[in-house]
């Protein structure tokens, strides 16, 4: 009996052991090495210190980004264009808008992580969601409502919104300031979790090893100089076609000038925010003009415009790879229409 239980003590150290050594082989392997350098470069969802929308704000958030009341001829809500059901876009070169016939000039962003941006629109014209969703209600050519009155008055007259602004915001609080609180507190709990998130924070496994070398190349093609941080962008303006005008590659119909048109300073011509790359995978058309519709081109043509180097076919199947590790979800209850 003591030499069973010998041998047993002696297998449990011996399987300890070769733990502790794979162990500290995985902590000096290259697949380390590159989580630590991603580290550096990114930082995973659970980073941000993120306050807890109130439950009625967000409930009648949902509410106003479901309805078509919030737009002139009623043809259009905020869903329309960010639908929730397909990853925040409606996978369109522009958003039509709510008079029959018209739609936008620039392609519609994900609505989803929007809140970890700071800046909105492609122009940057705004800061926060909540000054964002101003943005398209109040323009002609989208939510075609003419002004701020037009709206208040339509939903006070809404019981159910007599309801829910009084829950999430008191008595008299049906106020177009609180419609647009509202709106963004919503939208701030549209950021779900993906593989990438879980793989910065220690999950090796999370990535297969076609994701970890397109991070790899990533991170070696400068494509971290603006998409880096949680949202993998959204924080800064660049240039696009830092090399080459950009319409030469992409096939652009009309040029844009970008953060010109609002700063008429001829340094600005073709600068735009830099988008986040999460949910890239699902996001498609891209660019400012929705002028590529593939992702795998989309690679290429940013290589070429932005960094100036030149990567093999491989090492572009890995990155489009590796950006699909960024894909993630909302909660099913978000995409079910308030309405229906």
């Not at 962003?109 to 969601?129: C, E, I, N, S």
């Not at 003009?289 to 043509?301: H, P, R, T, Y």
């Amino acid at each position: 009996m003591k030499r069973i239980l010998l041998l047993v003590s002696l297998l449990a150290i011996i399987s300890c052991k070769n733990k502790n050594e794979d162990t500290q082989k995985d902590l000096t392997d290259e697949g380390y090495e590159l989580l630590t350098d991603a580290s550096v470069y990114f930082q995973p969802l659970s980073s941000v210190e993120m306050e807890e929308p109130d439950s009625n704000a967000v409930k009648l958030g949902k509410h106003l980004f479901y309805d078509t009341r919030l737009s002139g001829e009623g043809n259009i809500s905020c869903n329309s264009c960010h639908n929730l059901n397909t990853y925040g876009v409606d996978n369109r070169q522009f958003s039509p808008g709510d008079v029959e016939g018209s739609f936008g000039n620039r392609n519609s962003p994900t609505v989803l992580y929007a809140a970890l941006h700071k800046m909105q629109f492609w122009d940057g014209r705004a800061q926060t969601v909540e000054e964002q969703a101003a943005g398209p209600i109040l323009n002609p050519v989208e939510h075609n409502i003419k002004q701020e009155e037009q709206l208040v008055n339509r939903l006070k007259e809404v019981e159910l919104y007599q309801d829910l602004f009084a829950r999430a915001y008191g008595e008299e609080a049906i106020t177009f300031e609180n419609v647009l609180k509202a709106i963004g507190a919503f939208e701030r709990t549209l950021m779900p979790k993906s593989r990438f998130d879980s793989y910065l924070e220690g999950d090796h496994a999370a990535l297969n090893e076609r994701e970890k070398a397109g991070l790899k190349s990533f991170i070696n093609a400068g494509c971290i100089t603006c998409h880096s941080g949680v949202a993998m962008g959204g924080q800064m303006f660049q240039k696009f076609g830092l090399y080459e005008d950009y319409w030469k590659y992409t096939e652009s119909e009309t040029i844009d000038l970008g953060l010109y048109e609002i700063s008429q300073d001829e340094m600005d011509k073709y600068f735009f925010k830099v988008p986040g790359l999460r949910n890239i995978e699902h996001t498609s058309p891209y660019f400012h003009d929705g002028s590529v519709e593939d992702l795998n081109k989309a690679v290429e043509i940013m290589v070429a415009l932005q960094t100036a180097k030149e990567l093999s076919e491989t090492e572009i199947e890995d990155i489009v790879a590796f950006l699909k590790s960024l894909s993630a979800d909302v909660r099913p209850e978000a995409k079910q229409n308030p309405f229906k």
